[in-house]
């Protein structure tokens, strides 16, 4: 297995199972990221592009994708046009709570995989009143106060799973859009986003990093932003706000205490950057 690295990593925290709306609009932009968790990515409402890998995608509602737990990826908006998704994440291990020896693996979608498969499934919309119709059992049984059963998720995920290994194999090709070898990270830039993964809540800027990392601030600041996409500034912002995301999701912590601890001395500072 391809060694990723660690700053990219998120849903550190994650257990089991999630689904929510993802609703990205204005000044919203995102790093290359990956996690452990499985990811299904269904498009409710505009248009975006999604980077998987070495391939890139333009999408509209009712197309779905489907990202394996070791696949660098993000999506992006299309000339600032919002758009909205449902979010499914999972734990590998849930897909297979209801054991049947029928030969069949709910998960195959996400290893087997040749250079022409296509993350992207434009779905049929005779299907679609299907798929949403699990997805709001889904989201229901999720949402329950007294907490969701894995049972009935397992069973629906399952389920879903099922359909969407037929819709994948009738699938078409891959059909490159553009030219795209993938991300290929510079061992400087590498370096500062390993140091700024771990110390994220200390006061670091481009200065202290540059002389950490011994090189010259501006020639950093230059490949950094060449290489992600994103200044240091903006990547240290986009830690502290993430880490404060997943400690708001699966902690009792009040926001001003989570705050101080991902790094931010003042909280209305924080409360803005959180909101942009």
């Not at 600032?80 to 029928?102: R, T, W």
């Not at 889904?138 to 099922?162: A, V």
């Not at 194999?169 to 993964?197: C, D, F, T």
């Amino acid at each position: 297995m391809k060694k990723l690295p660690e700053s990219l990593q998120t849903f550190r925290s994650f257990q089991d199972f999630q689904i929510f709306i993802n609703r990205n609009e204005g000044e919203w932009r995102m790093p290359f990221e990956w996690h452990e968790p499985l990811e299904i990515f269904y498009v409710i409402s505009g248009r975006g592009k999604y980077y998987i890998e070495n391939k890139v995608y333009l999408f509209e509602p009712g197309d779905l994708f489907i990202i394996g737990n070791h696949e660098l990826h993000k999506s992006q908006l299309l000339n600032q046009e919002p758009f909205e998704a449902l979010i499914i994440m999972f734990d590998p291990a849930l897909a297979n709570i209801v054991q049947l020896n029928d030969g069949l693996d709910p998960l195959a979608l996400f290893y087997e995989r040749t250079e022409a498969f296509s993350h992207q499934w434009k779905v049929d919309p005779s299907i679609r009143p299907k798929l949403q119709w699990c997805f709001d059992l889904m989201m229901e049984e999720y949402g329950r106060k007294e907490g969701y059963s894995l049972r009935t998720i397992g069973s629906l995920l399952q389920w879903l799973l099922l359909e969407l290994k037929k819709g994948y194999g009738r699938n078409r090709r891959y059909n490159q859009i553009e030219s795209w070898n993938g991300i290929h990270l510079k061992p400087v830039v590498q370096h500062a986003m390993e140091y700024i993964n771990k110390c994220y809540c200390e006061n670091i800027n481009l200065s202290k990093l540059s002389s950490e990392l011994r090189v010259n601030p501006s020639y950093l600041s230059r490949e950094f932003k060449h290489n992600t996409g994103f200044s240091v500034i903006e990547f240290i912002s986009f830690k502290r706000i993430w880490h404060a995301k997943e400690m708001l999701l699966y902690t009792d912590k009040p926001v001003t205490q989570i705050a101080y601890q991902v790094g931010f001395n003042n909280v209305t500072h924080f409360h803005w950057m959180f909101k942009k």
